[in-house]
């Protein structure tokens, strides 16, 4: 299989932090997006962002946007099938997505992923942490999704479908699992306290 290309989700709409770009948000000297960028950028053989609205603020980025094509907001699986219409476009087989939000994902993410999904006919797996109540918690927002099936997608969205993981399950999507040891490594920033968390989180290394 060749190198997935990777997506970084960025077309929430925020609201717990007030609305605007979360990725653009500073920490420790950097942004959040920066933060993100550096870490699934050497794992993926070209990246892109999902974002809707004016694409001109994110140009020191350098990077191909990508804004949803379901009209209404959509929530994640909208920017996925953004990815997967601009992976076929570079004839690629698979995406990762990465969340804009997370800047502790682990840096084996898109090998983990992989692996969780070597003997599918359509390589299709989400990170996943262990949860004790519910054995394991999913991560939607951070997959390999296989470009062949984005017109059975496009056909879910159109149908409503929101929900990532009833499409995962539709397809026997696999879970790629990461323990989570002291730090969450998919600890998200949706508040000002969670970004002043994730300061300490930083500093504490």
Known sequence: MKQPLGVILAGGQATRMG?????????????????VIDRLDPQVSGLALNANG????FAKLGL??????IEEFAGPLAGV??????????GAET????AADTP??????VPRLLLAAEDMAHPLALAATPDPKRGVARQPTFGLWPVALRDDLRAALAGGLRKVVLWTEAHQGREALFETGSVDPFFNVNTPEDLARAEQMLERG
């Open 95 to 98: 995406i990762v997505t990465a």
């Open 64 to 69: 191909p946007i990508l804004a949803d094509s």
């Open 104 to 109: 502790f994902f682990p840096c084996d993410l």
């Open 54 to 57: 004016d694409p001109a603020r």
């Open 19 to 35: 609305g605007g770009d979360k990725g653009l948000l500073p920490l420790g000297g950097a942004t959040l997006l920066d933060r």
């Open 81 to 90: 099938l953004a990815g997967l219409d601009w992976a076929a476009e570079q």
